[in-house]
């Protein structure tokens, strides 16, 4: 079982920066994936980032250019830079790892707490 545990998040304006990390622990795939996920109030919840075991990156359209997903495979951490946030951007936001690059359904996926980020206009 895999345990995430996420810090960061909170309050920010429109255009602000925020930070969210997630310390992995407990018994790691042998090929990780990691991710980020957010869930606005009403939605879904919907793929922010992913980092795939091999270093390959994914971002959702809505977020390139502007968040930036990294890795300490030493710290076994993942984290997630948040620049240029807008009002869209609010949500609660969960790290996952998965032990699929896809996170389908039949494969392990393990959830964080999940954080708040709020983006005021």
């Known amino acids: 079982q895999v345990q995430l545990v996420q810090s960061g998040g909170g309050l920010v304006q429109t255009g602000g920066s925020l930070r969210l990390s997630c310390a992995a622990s407990g018994r790691m795939f042998s090929r990780p994936n990691m991710g980020w996920f957010r869930q606005a109030p009403g939605k879904a919840r919907e793929f922010v980032a992913a980092?795939?075991?091999?270093?390959?990156?994914n971002y959702a359209d809505s977020v390139k250019g502007r968040f930036t997903i990294s890795r300490d495979n030493a710290k076994n951490t993942v984290s997630l830079q948040m620049n240029s946030l807008k009002p869209e951007d609010t949500a609660v936001y969960y790290c996952?790892?998965?032990?699929?690059?896809?996170?389908?359904?039949?494969?392990?996926?393990?959830w964080g707490q999940g954080t708040q980020v709020t983006v005021s206009s």
């Open positions: 996952s790892a998965s032990s699929s690059s896809s996170w389908s359904e039949s494969s392990s996926i393990n």
């Open positions: 980092i795939i075991w091999n270093g390959v990156i």
